[in-house]
């Protein structure tokens, strides 16, 4: 049996558990607190307006990718370590578009879909290797693509042949370039690849078939310099399931995950100042410099030194460093569309990056990431920091209260519905993401 086969296999027969259908809960929580504002119009964005003058027909394949958008829209949505990218703004839009012409299906038929597109996600992670983003592909647009396939071939309960060709339809359709990361074709990605899952599903549906075996096989060497490991797609399927380890990382911050360390290491150091009883003016006044360190290419996907407008500075570890040294935060202000805070940008600037050479390559274990910040002070003493990812992801994060934040008071409901505890939830939910999509 081909690894295409083998993938659809257990993407038809294999079982969610219930504390995986909790973690897709949790999810689908987040989902909301990150698309909600966008859709409502509560923070600047020209994308959603422009896209809806090209998508705006109601259909589910335009749905998808709106709601794919408006999720990724703020870089404020979850992120896995095996998938390398952010799987519930691919996979839950997609659901969400489908279900909308499907309104019997039950909670767990949906959370097992969700479930199994995020077990699909981490298994193309691990198969296409780091090599695969290192080239400079997208993850999330790419193996996204393959991954929103997945949950609905589940979710439509297809065979496993129908799967198989079904991926093997997304597969040829998968794009998406690194090169976009400070623009809004960024989180049109996410978009892209949930209407492209849509189609490849409709497709299917309709009669269309494609070559059932050694597609995704064919698709992984080809993206991955030959560094692909196709066995990884099934090996220890849902053992556990990857919605529960390593899990879903949901952001505190609204900012590319590969600045959140850096940023966590400047507020301690702010935290440690502040609190030997120092005004913060005196810090800021004796900074000369500031270095960032981290492991040769652990920059990779904060390329942005100096960034012209809040978009670009998600993706700014000059920018990140400086805002949370002066605000002790990272507000969604600082990182909407429009220009940058010209009180920041000044301090940016006096941030250098130094990468590590002491330290193995990020690409070869991402996961021990990390970022060294150190304050050089005009009385010649200096002030460092350490901060690891591991450190980062220990540190939970309350998705209720950002779902509550997001929300704010004028939805009640919502928030009631977004527990999922029936039927009737999930529709109310699916109700209000599509009504939020009209002019």
């Known amino acids: ?11 038809v027969h294999s079982q969610p558990d219930a504390r995986a259908r909790d973690h897709a809960r949790q999810g689908i929580a987040d989902f909301l607190a990150v698309s909600w504002p966008v859709l409502q119009g509560q923070v600047p964005d020209s994308g959603l307006p422009a896209l809806r003058t090209v998508y705006g027909d109601g ?20 992120f896995h370590a095996d998938f390398r990218g952010h799987p519930s703004v691919v996979i839950l839009p997609a659901l969400f578009a489908w279900l909308s012409g499907q309104p019997a299906a039950s909670v767990e038929q949906f959370c097992d879909a ?5 077990e699909t996600a981490g298994r193309l992670g691990l198969a296409a290797s780091q090599q695969h983003y290192a080239l400079g592909y997208h993850n999330t647009a790419t193996l996204g693509t393959l991954a929103a396939a997945a949950a609905l071939a589940r979710f439509l309960g297809l065979s496993a042949a129908a799967t198989a060709s079904l991926l093997g339809i997304a597969a040829t359709q998968a794009s998406g370039l690194r090169a976009q990361f400070g623009s809004a074709v960024k989180p049109l990605h996410a978009g892209l690849a949930a209407e492209r899952a849509v189609t490849s599903a409709q497709l299917t549906l309709a009669g269309m078939t494609g070559r059932p075996e050694n597609v995704i096989e064919s698709f992984l060497a080809a993206s991955s310099d030959g560094q692909a490991q196709p066995e990884k797609l099934t090996q220890n399927w849902g053992q556990p399931w990857r919605i529960s380890a390593p899990g879903l990382e949901f952001k505190p911050f609204p900012t590319c995950a590969g600045t959140h360390s850096a940023a966590e290491a400047a507020g301690l150091l702010r935290q440690q100042w502040l609190s030997s009883g120092q005004p913060l003016d005196a810090l800021l006044r004796q900074i000369v410099a500031i270095t960032v360190a981290f492991p040769p ?6 390329p942005v030194t100096v960034p012209v407008n809040g978009i670009e500075a998600r993706f700014s570890l000059e920018y990140v460093i400086a805002a949370m040294l002066i605000y002790g935060d990272l507000r969604l202000s600082d990182f909407a569309e429009g220009d940058v805070n010209p ?3 000044p301090l940016a600037a006096r941030v250098r990056r130094m990468p590590d050479p002491s330290a193995p390559p990020d690409a070869l274990n991402p996961a021990q990431r990390f970022h060294r910040v150190t304050l050089s002070l005009a009385d010649g003493s200096t002030r460092h920091q350490q901060r690891t990812r591991q ?3 220990a540190e939970d994060v309350d998705v209720g209260r950002k779902l509550r934040l997001a929300l704010g008071d004028s939805s009640p409901e919502l928030l009631a519905h977004s527990a999922l505890r029936s ?3 999930l529709q109310a939910v699916t109700d209000a993401l599509l009504q939020s999509l009209r002019p």
């Open 391 to 393: 450190e980062s992801l």
């Open 343 to 345: 009180e920041i940008m």
């Open 297 to 302: 290419g652990g920059d990779i996907a904060a």
């Open 114 to 118: 969700y479930v199994v597109g995020v």
């Open 1 to 11: 049996m081909s690894g295409t086969a083998a993938l659809a296999e257990r993407i």
């Open 59 to 78: 259909g589910i394949r335009s749905q998808a990718l709106l709601l794919g958008y408006a999720g990724h829209a703020l870089d404020y949505d979850d």
């Open 423 to 425: 039927t009737a939830d």
